[in-house]
């Protein structure tokens, strides 16, 4: 080590011995430091997070899965006669977030098995087929039926876009829990997506979840949607019109809290700017809290097959609600399979919980749900353009088979699309590996005192292995 000879000479002056003695240690105190500094960022900052060096294409990803929910959450028409104190009122009341006393309908009991509160909304929500008037995807005008499906989410049956297929999403058949219609009117073929393996290599002609094609409105989606205002019975806001929600093909969607409004006689336009995270392989080697994300391999979840935040977060809220009310609600996977499903006599108990939503079980099991290594999202800029009110002028084929004034009550033209045919991902990667650990460690230490393995060695050999060797020699 640079320095130590002279320290050792004593052929040199006392000062010179002092001197480089003291350089010496104020060297090695600074390298200690340095070296300990280093230390402590490779293991409290294991992740950065960076640009990747290539751009994506959006046709290397599916175009987002969008649900579309009708804000009013029945249809005059089929619950207008429905009696108070009967078991339809209750569950109406329910179904249209209404706050009310459920204790005097609690002795009421379900006529049959299928008198369930999930097949109660169905019966009285409008269909897919009743709220989407026309559907439109990269240039094609398709039957709606063929695309979309109806789903349960929160916010009671909506219709869903582009979502994986309940086979490879699910663990088990539940198709009464979330996906109502299953693959019914679907003409594509489902195939198998995550933000890790991507899409199969061999695929049909027809299939989804679908890529994205192109750029602008042509490219996009574009539906038209049907208010029904003069069959509306209770909204789920204060006003009328539908809220959407876009996000990848293997995420719970929540409507309620991220769902966004489309309005009645406006054309709404949701620009589509795709994000996603790859993570290095070299990230395994960490600890998840510490790089604070999760490989869709390392965390099972109980209903889901695919982990991501979003599915473990509804796992979660599902077993609150259980241990809460000892039920589950309709739009939330079935955790346990022989769990029940909330019906009228747990409504008390289900609006107590919601107003709490989460308990100290729930929250740690919440911070157990980091995100996911690798993911894809969706950030929508929306604007709206209003009809024209002195009269409209369209040159939509569907549109013309309309009033005016139906038009500006009724309708609404939601367009879909993305506005750039590349994006550049976000990669998670080590911070420093042990080769750049060593290699900052060294070079302190080299620039200090010149350390060096080679000095390892030296040292070992003067304190040890001469001494050895000398005296196997001498015995």
């Known amino acids: 080590m640079q320095g130590m000879k002279y320290i050792w000479n004593n052929s040199l002056p006392g000062w010179v011995q002092f001197y480089f003695g003291k350089i010496f240690l104020v060297a090695v105190y600074v390298a200690i430091n340095l070296a300990v500094n280093v230390f402590n960022r490779w293991q409290s900052t294991p992740v950065i997070i960076g640009y990747s060096s290539k751009m994506t294409a959006i046709q290397e990803i599916p175009f987002p899965a969008i649900t579309v929910c009708d804000m009013n959450k029945a249809k005059y028409s089929k619950v207008a006669a429905f009696k108070v104190g009967s078991l339809e009122y209750a569950m109406l009341q329910k179904a249209c977030f209404q706050d009310m006393n459920f204790t005097q309908y609690r002795a009421l009991k379900p006529r049959s098995k299928n008198d369930t ?107 038209i949607l049907n208010g029904h205002i003069d069959d509306y019975y209770c909204s789920s806001t204060n006003g009328q019109g539908f809220k959407v929600l876009l996000y990848n093909s293997i995420d719970q969607p929540r409507l309620k809290e991220s769902g966004l409004p489309v309005m009645l006689g406006h054309e709404t336009n949701f620009r589509l700017m795709p994000s996603s995270f790859e993570a290095k392989p070299n990230l395994r080697s960490i600890d998840p809290k510490k790089r604070q994300c999760i490989f869709t391999d390392e965390q099972e979840l109980l209903f889901y097959r695919y982990y991501t935040r979003r599915n473990c977060e509804a796992e979660c809220d599902a077993q609150y609600f259980y241990r809460r009310c000892e039920c589950i609600p309709y739009h939330l996977p079935l955790v ?101 650990y060593m290699s900052l460690t060294g070079g302190i230490m080299s620039l200090m005192v010149g350390f060096s393995v080679v000095f390892i060695s030296e040292l070992f050999y003067f304190l040890f292995l001469r001494y050895l060797l000398e005296y196997i020699h001498l015995w």
Not at 155 to 172: A, D, Q, R, T
């Open 336 to 436: 346990y399979r022989n769990a029940s499903v909330c019906h009228v006599l747990h409504f008390d108990c289900l609006i107590r919980a919601e107003l709490q939503i989460v308990d100290t079980e729930g929250a740690a099991c919440k911070e157990l749900c980091l995100a996911s290594c690798h993911d894809v999202s969706y950030f929508p800029d929306p604007f709206s353009i209003p009809f024209n009110q002195q009269g409209i002028r369209v040159t939509n084929h569907i549109l013309k088979q309309f009033s005016t004034e139906y038009i500006r009550n009724n309708l609404a033209v939601v367009n879909f699309y993305h506005n750039d045919n590349f994006f550049r991902s976000n990669v998670k990667s080590s911070y420093t590996g042990l080769t750049e």
């Open 117 to 223: 509160f999930a097949n109660f909304i169905v019966a009285v929500s409008h269909k897919c087929e009743d709220m989407i008037v026309s559907c439109k995807f990269e240039q094609k005008y398709v039957p709606c039926t063929d695309i979309f499906r109806e789903f349960f989410v929160d916010e009671g049956l909506c219709c869903v876009f582009n979502f994986l297929h309940p086979y490879y999403l699910y663990k088990y058949s539940a198709p009464y829990i979330r996906d109502y219609t299953s693959s019914k009117g679907l003409t594509d073929i489902a195939v198998d997506w995550n933000p890790i393996n991507g899409y199969p290599k061999k695929l049909p002609a027809g299939y989804y979840p679908r890529r994205g094609v192109g750029t602008g409105v042509d490219n996009g989606l574009q539906i």
